[in-house]
């Protein structure tokens, strides 16, 4: 077994919103700080067949459950950010305030760095403000919503970077990335994290099959940032069996209907607006989304001869908060099936969207198959994790992603997820300091 010979302060698994966060702030600290990407991709090209394999191949970043419903995961440097949809819904304080976590000072930073902020008028299409419209009519409180956007980059035309954003005004955790080795963070991809190496219960850095060999790397701290469902894989192959039972994962259907007076443009935003009821647990927001997309989500209502209408086609799309259910197999396999209270959610929130695209003029509506996207609550805070997400019962080891989340979300985490980062950040900041005051010398002083 080969041993790196160079050793590190800290080695974040994963480069995802969160793992990309902690390891941009600790590297701006002078941090000796390794990421392991266990895929690759670190150049974003943003064509179709470029993303093809890191987000919709079956078994890795495209895994079905039992009832054939399609949850979906970026795997690439900057994980799913990538390939999202770049909205930045605030976090959600009292979850986290109840098990002693206070975001308020992250978000604000977060806020202060990151391009935030809901779209200029000008970048929101016709298409887009006739939904609006339709349900503010209706009495939704439809509104714009915040977008992870450089909008001052972007130029009328411009393709949104569903496959990736070669032209950068869709912020993605890969920038944090680069940042982070800017400041001279380690970054090596298609390293792939099979489990954490221990000394007794303390982390002491984690084994990895890289460029076809087995080796160990060792580090102060270990941080697993592999996401909801590759994060507690990570644990189970290293002992910790508790990990990867009863999470969330989002579920979501798209809601369409044809409309003669208004095509979809080049440069469609999706989720430029929407509505959100917390209180339901439904998300409601346009869904613009390219041809090849829009193809198979058409496909998969048997709608063939709607195939070639996308142009024409308002899309609507209904997230639900689902219950926390199901566990993951020992190769990171979805075994949830959705609960009747999840069902009724997707059915409200159906018959909701059918009434708004009725009142913008839409015929011929139908609903999409289920998906589900950005799952968590695997090692749940309370459950798994102390509130400065260190695993409970083992020192040194910390995890920072979706899976951390400790009550079902509803909601694109990335925000929370950066802010989440950040705290740990400054916790290990503060840790090491309070370390190394503790082992300077006592002297005593005559009088």
């Known amino acids: 077994m080969e041993i790196m010979k160079e050793k590190f302060d800290v080695i974040v698994v994963g480069s995802g919103a969160g793992g990309a966060s902690v390891a941009k702030d600790l590297a701006a600290k002078g941090k000796k700080v390794l990421i392991l990407e266990g895929s690759g991709g670190n150049r974003i090209k943003g064509s179709f067949l470029w993303a093809l394999p890191y987000m919709m191949l079956p078994f890795k970043s495209l895994l079905l459950t039992p009832e054939l419903l399609g949850m979906v995961r970026g795997l690439t440097t900057g994980g799913s950010s990538v390939f999202y949809y770049g909205t930045a819904f605030p976090v959600a ?3 986290f305030k109840k098990y002693g976590i206070d975001l308020t000072e992250s978000e604000k930073e977060a806020r202060k760095e990151l391009p935030i902020g809901p779209l200029k008028d000008e970048m929101v299409t016709p298409m887009a403000r006739r939904m ?3 349900a503010r009519a209706l009495g939704y409180d439809w509104k714009k919503l915040d977008k992870f956007m450089y909008q001052d980059r972007w130029r009328p035309g411009y393709g949104f970077g569903y496959y990736g954003d070669r032209h950068e005004v869709k912020w993605s955790a890969k920038m944090y990335i680069d940042e982070a080795v800017r400041r001279g963070a380690v970054l090596l991809n298609r390293a792939k994290v099979k489990k954490v190496l221990f000394d007794g219960k303390t982390a002491k850095g984690v084994e990895m099959k890289y460029k076809g060999r087995t080796m ?3 580090a102060k701290t270990v941080i697993v940032a592999a996401g909801g469902i590759g994060s507690p894989v990570v644990l189970r192959r290293s002992g910790i069996r508790n990990a990867g039972y009863n999470y969330f994962f989002d579920p979501l259907i798209t809601v369409c209907g044809k409309v003669k007076d208004v095509r979809k443009r080049k440069d469609e935003i999706p989720m430029t607006a929407g509505c959100v009821m917390r209180n339901e647990g439904i998300v409601m927001t346009d869904m613009a989304v390219p041809f090849l997309l829009d193809q198979a989500f058409t496909a998969s209502s048997f709608r063939i001869w709607r195939l070639f209408e996308s142009r024409k086609t308002l899309r609507i799309m ?4 689902d219950d926390l259910a199901g566990s993951l197999t020992d190769r990171g396999g979805v075994r949830k099936r959705l609960t009747p209270a999840d069902r009724e959610k997707l059915r409200k929130g159906y018959d909701m969207a059918k009434n708004i695209l009725l009142n913008a003029g839409a015929k011929g509506i139908y609903k999409t198959w289920k998906l589900a996207a950005h799952p968590g609550g695997t090692i749940r805070i309370g ?3 102390d509130s400065n997400l260190k695993l409970k019962g083992y020192e040194n080891l910390y995890v920072c992603d979706c899976s951390v989340i400790p009550e079902p979300f509803g909601l694109p985490p990335v925000l ?3 802010c989440l980062g950040k705290r740990l950040a400054k916790h290990l900041q503060a ?10 010398p006592a002297y005593a002083v005559e009088n």
């Open 93 to 95: 304080h009292d979850a």
């Open 132 to 134: 609006m419209e339709s």
């Open 216 to 218: 160990q790397v060792l």
């Open 318 to 321: 209904i997230k639900i908060r």
């Open 383 to 385: 459950h798994m994790l």
């Open 416 to 418: 929370t997820l950066v």
């Open 431 to 440: 840790e090491k300091q309070g370390s190394a005051k503790a082992k300077q």
